[in-house]
Structures are given as structure tokens and as C-alpha cells.
């Protein structure tokens, strides 16, 4: 199982990125996949998953209405379009996978919310 995200990079406060996690080595379609983040400092915040084929997605309250997660399951990938952001969400995020039993992280991607 490999998953590496991009999409990261230095944004102002209000505006937007698109994170990308491309996933092998398993069945995509069949397996939630989440998003987390951890900013310096701080413990890991879950922030959204979604299910295998879409049906059902799960976010944090503090990014209701401003992340929306997707999924490409053609493509074996998922998504995370984050709006309206703020300095607090500054933080490594990364996607990860709990296939049979087991949990598989990417690296993370930085991102960066400063003016």
C-alpha cells in the first residue's frame, strides 16, 4: 500500500487549495479514506473521510462548509478542495487507510495559510 499526497503550498488567509492523495496496492474502491492534519505543536486532528464509493462523507465542524472531500475511484485517488482558509489551519495533512487491519499513511503535505 503506498498513498502520497500534493497540493500543499503557502496560501493568504480567505483563499484555497486543492489536496491530492494517490493511493496503490489495494483495492481503492472497496476502503474509506480520510483525511488528518497536525499543526506545529499540536496533536493529530482527523478532519474528513469518505467512503469507498462515495456515498458517505465526514467532516470535522471546524471545516464544515469550507472542505469538501471527493474521490476519483478511475483515478485511485482522493481529494481535499479546502476554502475560506485561516492561519489555524496551517498544518501538515496527510491522507491515510485502514486496509484489513492494518493503517497506511503518506507523508503529508504542507500547507500554509499566512498572509
Known amino acids: 500500500v503506498q498513498l502520497v499526497e500534493s497540493g500543499g503550498g503557502l496560501v493568504q488567509p480567505g483563499g484555497s487549495l486543492r489536496l491530492s492523495c494517490a493511493a496503490s496496492?489495494?483495492?481503492?474502491?472497496?476502503?474509506?479514506m480520510s483525511w488528518v492534519r497536525q499543526a506545529p505543536g499540536k496533536g493529530l486532528e482527523w478532519v474528513s473521510d469518505?467512503?469507498?464509493?462515495?456515498?458517505?462523507?465526514n467532516y470535522v465542524d471546524f471545516v464544515k462548509g469550507r472542505f469538501t472531500i471527493s474521490r476519483d475511484n478511475a483515478k485511485n485517488t482522493v481529494y481535499l478542495q479546502m476554502n475560506s482558509l485561516r492561519p489555524e489551519d496551517t498544518a501538515v495533512y496527510s491522507c491515510?487507510?485502514?486496509?484489513?487491519?492494518?493503517?497506511?499513511w503518506g507523508q503529508g503535505t504542507q500547507v500554509t495559510v499566512s498572509s
Open positions: 491515510y487507510a485502514e486496509v484489513n487491519d492494518s493503517w497506511y
Open positions: 496496492g489495494f483495492t481503492f474502491s472497496s476502503y474509506y
Open positions: 469518505m467512503a469507498g464509493d462515495g456515498g458517505r462523507t
